[in-house]
């Protein structure tokens, strides 16, 4: 009888045993009614309090899973599921979750459930007010402000932190994993064009502020930002607008596979003219085509496959300076040399690889081939350097990148600890041809090369950062090392000889995350980065040829009510040396020590079902260390900044808002002798659903039609007539009064 009761004692405990390990691992894959996958799901067992995420395809792993334990799914934007977890979901291998996508709605945003809460929140703003530009693109960024001054052909003017980044020094931009940034182009370090985006094919935008990222590197100073294309479209759609200054705007994008079976498939096209509202027409036109092909390959894995082209030209009226329109010898939109302009195009090819090598470790990869032309004509001066032909310079380049990235991330535990490890390596290798800067005359004749010389320039990078999970308290530490190659023949040497340099930093970082509860989030980032440099700096300086950055961010994100968000961040950012390469006249200038500091703040406040109020504030001080009281001012950098607006979801078939952006005056010189003016304007559109199929929308730029200046520099210039050189603001008039109407077709 006893050996009875022990044998039964020792089958009853291996039954048990074999039903907990089998009911340690809860395995499914999440995506929506299309069968597309969903990344980022949160899926969250109350009865053991753990939780896990989706990766890219779709896939989770909850460990500590037994039957009976209650289980809530959730994406914003997506139908919560509540389920009770029974023997049935451990019989298959994997278990399929199926969400329904429905109307954003803040309340149902709980930090700790979303693995960044203001990515998520900009994927909000992104569904709530859709971007119908390459330009508002960026302006999804909070506290990122824009100004374009060459006829709309040329990159935007970016501001961030109290840098005025120019075209892109000083923030890493990427389209899936793809480089926009151009590394010693010929008209500025970081040149970043992202004009080859279509709008409508944006999915997602991730961003961070600060180089606290071990995954990004050159350029991330102020911050990054990554862009993410569609795998797919519900439906087809034309759109066709019409405005003022002869615009015209026709987009379409055109779901390819109407039977998917596994795979997607889409085009879009973007053509855009305008002559603006200046007095010598831009003649503006660019166009546009983009294509992409996704399956999904057995083991959970998925490849996509991108191709684009764009192509762009444009005339220009060039910055002005002030003292002329004043005068009245010319209007706001009047031109000194009209002569100015350009183009430009791009062909993009980007693979993407990504599998879950095994329930705990994923793999993703992509290499990218891009091939660029530039050719930009500019006068700044007018008649300063040349009395008799004036001073219109060229800018020209011809480029072929090449690139790969790899990714690994491993869930693991460190004893009780769970820990998620991802590292990385990639390359970037760019052959610049023909690089560019001559003296010329009405864009015809050249009167003299300043520079020209060819440029290959390689970077090639690797990471590895931990996330270790403490329960409430989270910490990430990170170590990314970069290493350069700069060469670099100068064509105007008679002998032959290639200048060299290679350079290796390696940038360390460590963030901090404390869950006070489920809606409030402390956080504190730190990271050592690097200012980044042209070739033809880095072959010339020994010294910083890549200075240090050093920064730190200490802040919140916090849902006080349901329906309210809000985030601020204390952030300090110090600068070793700002070499910076100035295109424009081929020289290099060194800024010394500099040092920022600031507060970000930002608020999402959801009125009613249909109703979104949002702001973003940023008060930011920016000063060159070794320079003297009253001459340490570093120029154009902002100091206060406000953007924000309402918004209209869908109420009745309408939909739309209002939009404002406010900067406010900021010093153009070293000792703030010259200020460049702020500006406040109010946009505005309105869209009313006829029915499922078609749309019709209007739109209004400056709605009060107020007078501002869109970009502004203290230059120095001269006149024809002028027998002395004046040093004033020199600046681009902001887009008056500008109305367009758009109808779009869905089928």
């Known amino acids: 009888m006893d050996g009875f009761r022990y044998t039964y004692i020792v089958f009853v405990l291996f039954i048990g045993c074999c039903f907990q390990l089998k009911a340690q691992s809860l395995k499914g894959t999440i995506t929506n009614t299309v069968n597309q996958p969903l990344e980022t799901v949160y899926v ?176 991330n100073t102020a911050g990054y930002i990554d862009f993410e294309t569609k795998d797919f479209i519900n439906e087809s759609s034309i759109s066709v607008s019409a405005g003022q200054f002869n615009t015209l705007r026709t987009a379409g994008v055109f779901d390819i596979l109407k039977d998917r079976n596994n795979q997607n498939a889409y085009m879009a096209l973007e053509y855009i003219e305008t002559d603006g509202p200046f007095e010598s027409p831009q003649n503006f036109n660019r166009i546009n085509l983009f294509g992409k092909y996704s399956t999904f390959v057995p083991g959970r894995g998925k490849i996509s496959v991108t191709g684009s082209h764009f192509t762009s030209r444009w005339d220009a009226s060039g910055q002005i300076p002030q003292r002329e329109v004043d005068n009245g010898n010319i209007t706001r939109f009047g031109a000194i040399d009209d002569t100015e302009g350009g183009s430009t195009q791009r062909t993009n090819f980007n693979l993407e690889f990504s599998k879950s090598v095994s329930d705990k470790t994923t793999f993703s990869a992509n290499a990218f081939y891009s091939h660029y032309e530039f050719l930009l004509f500019s006068n700044f001066t007018f008649f300063l350097e040349d009395p008799e032909n004036g001073d219109q310079i060229k800018q020209q380049e011809d480029r072929d990148i090449f690139g790969f990235n790899l990714n690994w991330t491993s869930n693991l535990h460190l004893g009780n600890t769970p820990l998620e490890v991802t590292s990385g390596v990639g390359l970037r290798h760019d052959i610049i041809n023909n690089v560019e800067l001559s003296r010329t005359l009405n864009r015809k004749t050249t009167l003299e090369q300043v520079q020209f010389g060819d440029v290959n320039q390689t970077n090639a990078n690797a990471f590895v950062s931990a996330e270790f999970d403490f329960g409430k308290f989270r910490m990430i530490p990170a170590l990314r090392l970069d290493y350069f190659n700069f060469l670099y023949e100068d064509q105007l040497q008679e002998a032959f000889e290639t200048q060299s340099e290679t350079q290796a930093i390696l940038s360390p970082k460590l963030n901090f995350f404390y869950d006070v509860n489920s809606n409030l989030q402390l956080f504190a980032k730190s990271g050592l980065g690097f200012h980044s440099n042209d070739a033809r700096v880095v072959v010339t300086n020994t010294e910083k040829t890549l200075p240090r950055s050093y920064g730190a961010d200490l802040g919140a994100v916090w849902k006080p009510t349901k329906n309210l968000f809000i985030n601020t961040a204390l952030w300090y950012l110090f600068l070793e040396q700002e070499f910076v390469y100035v295109g424009d006249a081929g020289i290099v200038e060194p800024s010394g020590e500099t040092e920022r500091f600031g507060l970000d703040f930002g608020l999402r406040y959801q009125l009613t079902d249909w109703l979104f109020a949002d702001t973003d504030v940023t008060l930011t001080k920016a000063r060159s260390i070794e320079e003297p009281d009253g001459q340490d001012f570093i120029p154009l950098a902002p100091n206060f900044t406000m953007a924000g607006g309402l918004s209209v979801t869908d109420i009745n078939g309408f939909s739309g808002g209002l939009r404002y952006r406010y900067l406010d005056d900021r010093p153009a010189n070293e000792d703030n002798s010259i200020v460049a003016e702020g500006y406040f304007v109010i946009d505005f559109n309105m869209n009313y659903k006829i029915n499922k199929n078609i749309q019709l929308g209007v739109a209004i730029e400056n709605l009060f039609d107020v007078e501002w200046n869109e970009t502004q520099f203290a230059t120095e210039s001269r006149l024809q007539n002028e027998l002395t050189s004046v040093e004033e603001i020199h600046f681009t008039p902001g887009t008056p009064f500008f109305i367009k109407a758009t109808a779009t077709y869905r089928f």
């Open 44 to 219: 969250f067992n109350a009865s053991k309090n753990t939780h896990a995420h989706t990766d890219e395809n779709g896939f989770f792993l909850l460990e500590k899973t037994e039957v009976g334990d209650s289980l809530r799914i959730g994406l914003l934007g997506y139908k919560t599921i509540n389920r009770i977890v029974k023997d049935s979901d451990f019989n298959s291998k994997v278990l399929t979750i199926i969400l329904e996508e429905k109307a954003f709605q803040l309340e149902e945003l709980v930090l700790t459930e979303n693995i960044d809460a203001l990515n998520t929140i900009s994927r909000l703003d992104l569904n709530i007010t859709p971007v119908n530009s390459s330009q508002d693109v960026l302006r999804k960024v909070p506290g990122l402000f824009i100004g374009q001054h060459a006829g709309g052909g040329k990159a935007e003017q970016i501001f961030l932190r109290g840098f005025d980044i120019d075209h892109g020094t000083d923030v890493s931009i990427q389209v899936d994993g793809m480089p926009v940034n151009m590394v010693s182009h010929a008209h500025g370090q970081g040149y970043s064009d992202l004009h080859f985006v279509i709008p409508e094919t944006i999915k997602a935008i991730e961003f961070g502020k600060g180089a606290y990222y071990g995954k990004e590197g050159d350029f």
